[in-house]
């Protein structure tokens, strides 16, 4: 097979190329006849190839060309790799109905790491700030204004899960004239609780009040530097074999510190980068989950600081933002996660408020992430033999509803709202294509996540958009 110029995309007034997409060549004697037109159609059926191999579909009418013969190939989805960037800030203890705004999503996430639909998919995790160093005595700790502290809540006892954990235990009285009360944490909840070894309130079996261990206090703003952030805690692996490492991780977590978003963002990414180089073929996404703005941090940590790492990763590294918020929070929380999301080249972001129902919604947000971070992206398979034509590639989708043949659209800025289309990654009148995409209309119909058969078929005319 011969490889030629990429075919001509109708405009809505019939006119090709319009400058966007591949364009039509100027070709001349037979080499134009050999370009495809609008309504072109290529074979009528197609064959599953699970291994991803390739049959000859035999000579098929069509409008233009009585006996074309073509090649089937099935297209694979594109790997994606997604790394958890989870807030583990002090306040992730707080009550969020009845559990720990943490416990609530770490529960999420085991359920996603549990559903058969995330099976293939590449996870991995990392927090912020810096895991908080468990200590026995202020020796252990990195001196000066540091100490070995037993954390505590300004709140009598039988109020510690409902307030902010703000002072350390030294006999001294908060501020307001409370009492900084120790607390332990609910083995189930996750909840503050003042009666280690007694069940906690709410009757859940099993919930019983556990010792918080003691950590080292940290004044010296550590955890602000990026590179602290540009190893994860568990590597991105494939689950389910990597769902057991990442349960663990997750059971270990402590909540404790401050908000160093800017920084973790840009480790994080940073990470993402040398993958990306390092598995190429995968698309690298992140996922950032925080219930706080910035905060901390003598360096810059800022939404507007936040929001320029993330867009120096897009659109190559996308990340989706989760926000976590109470009902008093929300109006100032929206404005600045919807920032960071469009910066991330996701735009809206998922802003879940504090409730009973958190563990559901989250496993919700993360399930919509996984379905549009796969997307509708697909590699280009190798011909039979010799090199793909790309005037004579051709996209059919099969569904349970049934079998669709996508018109070639160019871009995506040229794809049909209602009946979609496909284009190319790259414009192969330049340079080579790696990926197939398909458009946004043609993907929600779809729904790539409950079973999707895409074929590529090589050798008749290219289908192009009407």
Known sequence: MTACQPPAVESAGGQAG???????????????GAQPTAGTRGPDFAVSFPDGGAADVGPVPSSDDKACAGELHEGKLVPVDLLLLLDTSGSMEDNAGGKSKWRSVRDAIEIFLADPQSAGLGVGLATFPVPGKLCDKDGECGGGKEFCGKKGACAPPANVANVEAACYVTGANCIDGMPCTAFGLCAVTGLRCS????????????????????????????????DLYRTPSVPIAELPAAAPELQRALAAVIPEGATPTTAAAKGALDHLRGRAAGVPGHKQVLVLATDGLPSNCAVMNTVDSAAAVLAAGAPDLSTYVIGVF?????????????????????????????????????????????????????????????????????VRVTTASGQEDLPYVGSADRCDPVRGGWYYDADPASQKPSKVLVCEATCRKVKVTVGLSVGLRYGCKTIVIE
């Open 326 to 394: 109470s009902a008093a929070q929300l109006d100032r929380a929206r404005p600045a996660l919807e920032r960071l999301a469009t910066a991330g080249g996701t735009g809206a972001p998922f802003v879940l408020e504090t409730g009973s129902d958190l563990t559901r919604r989250f496993t919700e947000a993360i399930s919509q992430i996984r379905g549009a971070a796969a997307g509708c992206e697909f590699t280009i398979p190798r011909p039979a033999s010799g090199d793909i034509d790309y005037g004579k590639v051709n």
């Open 18 to 32: 319009q400058g966007r997409g591949p364009r039509e060549p100027q070709a001349t004697g037979g080499d134009r």
């Open 195 to 226: 009666n280690p070894g007694q069940p906690c309130k709410g009757g859940v079996a099993g919930d019983t009040c556990t010792a918080r261990p003691r950590m080292c206090t940290d004044y010296r703003e550590a955890g602000c530097s990026g």
